[in-house]
């Protein structure tokens, strides 16, 4: 059974740092495209960052220079690193894994808050 587990979200003041963690099992985070995405209210859920076999890409303009992806293969682990926080920041973030031998295999997390105060 895959399970992704966030973790990390909470309450930050405006220009705060938090760093989201992403716990794999059931599937190896390396045979897999590993994302974030992110859903504020009302609005469509949207990429912000990918790794892909060890390459990093910050998809997601506003976030460029502020959010970094990572991930550590032994511990089946993927994080989203968040500096300079904007109000405009607060969604609900979600760890996504995308097969890469298999694309129909998407597997998705429950979510963890992020609410950036001004």
């Known amino acids: 059974q895959v399970q992704l587990v966030e973790s990390g979200g909470g309450l930050v003041q405006s220009g705060g740092s938090l760093r989201l963690s992403c716990a794999a099992s059931g599937i190896s985070i390396g045979a897999n495209a590993m994302g974030w995405f992110r859903q504020a209210p009302g609005k469509q859920r949207e990429l912000v960052a990918v790794?892909?076999?060890?390459?990093?890409?910050t998809t997601l303009d506003s976030v460029k220079g502020r959010f970094t992806i990572s991930t550590d293969n032994a511990q089946n682990m993927v994080y989203l690193q968040m500096s300079g926080l904007k109000p405009e920041d607060t969604a609900v973030y979600f760890c996504n894994a995308r097969s890469l031998y298999n694309s129909a295999k998407v597997y998705w997390g429950q979510g963890t808050q992020v609410t950036v105060s001004s």
């Open positions: 790794n892909t076999r060890g390459e990093s890409i």
